[in-house]
T-cell receptor
Framework: AQSVTQLDSQVPVFEEAPVELRCNYSSSVSVYLFWYVQYPNQGLQLLLKYLSGSTLVKGINGFEAEFNKSQTSFHLRKPSVHISDTAEYFCAVSGRFSGGYNKLIFGAGTRLAVHP | GAVVSQHPSRVICKSGTSVKIECRSLDFQATTMFWYRQFPKQSLMLMATSNEGSKATYEQGVEKDKFLINHASLTLSTLTVTSAHPEDSSFYIC?????????????FGPGTRLLVL
């Protein structure tokens, strides 16, 4: 079974400052990792994903994340945030199984609040 | 690409009535669709997983007779909340996964806000 821990429920930051949203996971098998963003009253939008290959993954809106297998982490970063980045961010993991349903397991979410 | 739509976006109904929510993959074939429920300021809770043409697999604690899921085609899944009650009020989100070369990625719909009076 997999589990995901997002260490910060809320992250306040000033506009144009850098930000890191932390995500740790546990799994007995190899995993796929995802970050999604949710704006108020909307569904989830995929920011980026790690399936294999390079551990540094670049996504949309200037976000990137690094897969660290030894630390079982997949932290999300952005060097300079905008007001429009204010949203809820979810880290998710699914196990690498051939076939089957490969359920996505979500973290509790981190509320990023960007202030002017 | 990879667009998922949901209809309706918002629905208000009386207690005891049934409500149907549609989830469509617009530009890909969704071999698997998922239904989630989200309470305010909380994460997503997986309700059920469905593959086209077969019965849905429900998560523990989810009443399959109350939340009927049909995945009749590769682009459409429906969730019917039967005999809805106020405690069923929630934000319901579907997602779809298909054979696009990114088989492990789920794409999410915009969600449906259900309010049962």
């Amino acid at each position: 079974a997999q589990s995901v821990t997002q260490l910060d429920s809320q992250v306040p930051v000033f506009e144009e400052a850098p930000v890191e949203l932390r995500c740790n996971y546990s799994s007995s098998v190899s995993v796929y990792l995802f970050w999604y963003v949710q704006y108020p009253n909307q569904g989830l939008q995929l920011l980026l994903k790690y399936l294999s290959g390079s551990t540094l993954v670049k996504g949309i809106n200037g976000f990137e994340a690094e897969f660290n297998k030894s630390q079982t982490s997949f932290h999300l970063r952005k060097p300079s945030v905008h007001i429009s980045d204010t949203a809820e961010y979810f880290c998710a993991v699914s196990g690498r199984f051939s076939g089957g349903y490969n359920k996505l397991i979500f973290g509790a979410g981190t509320r990023l609040a960007v202030h002017p | 690409g990879a667009v998922v739509s949901q209809h309706p976006s918002r629905v208000i109904c009386k207690s005891g009535t049934s409500v149907k929510i549609e989830c469509r993959s617009l530009d890909f074939q969704a071999t698997t669709m998922f239904w989630y429920r989200q309470f305010p300021k909380q994460s997503l809770m997986l309700m059920a997983t469905s593959n086209e043409g077969s019965k849905a697999t429900y998560e523990q604690g989810v009443e399959k007779d109350k939340f009927l899921i049909n995945h009749a085609s590769l682009t459409l899944s429906t969730l019917t909340v039967t005999s809805a009650h106020p405690e069923d009020s929630s934000f319901y989100i579907c997602s779809a996964r298909g054979q696009m070369g990114t088989g492990e990625t789920q794409y999410f719909g915009p969600g449906t806000r259900l309010l049962v009076l």
